[in-house]
């Protein structure tokens, strides 16, 4: 799934670039490195637990999706893409924090049979 997103990116670059072949070999290559690079780490991403890959996930998600959106408000990003460096950590803390602070507060779920 991912080497397709990766392949779309590609083919719009290219178009927008009016070099619509050379995106499209530029996705072929993507495609073929993501598949391959999924195929070679399966195994130790198997062992992770998934709410925890969920987790970083989402921080992930979370911290491109806010710098993305600030550029595309216009927000000029101090030291550029390496704020990055700065946003998701931060968002990653203030979740761990919220996420400490629920499952502290919060009874436990009664399972009704």
Do not use: Y
């Not at 619509?20 to 993501?34: N, R, S, T, W, Y």
């Not at 989402?58 to 390496?82: C, R």
């Amino acid at each position: 799934m991912e080497g397709l997103e990766v392949a779309f990116i590609a083919l719009t670059f290219g178009s927008n670039q009016h070099n619509v072949p050379l995106a499209a070999a530029a996705a072929l290559v993507a495609v073929a490195l993501v598949a391959s690079a999924g195929f070679a780490i399966r195994a130790p991403l198997a062992r992770v637990p998934e709410n925890t890959l969920k987790f970083v996930v989402g921080v992930m998600l979370t911290g491109f999706g806010i710098f993305w959106a600030g550029e595309g408000a216009g927000a000029q990003w101090p030291g550029a893409d390496t704020a990055l460096l700065v946003i998701i950590p931060v968002i990653a803390l203030l979740a761990l924090g919220l996420t400490a602070l629920l499952h502290r507060t919060s009874p436990p779920l009664e399972v009704i049979p």
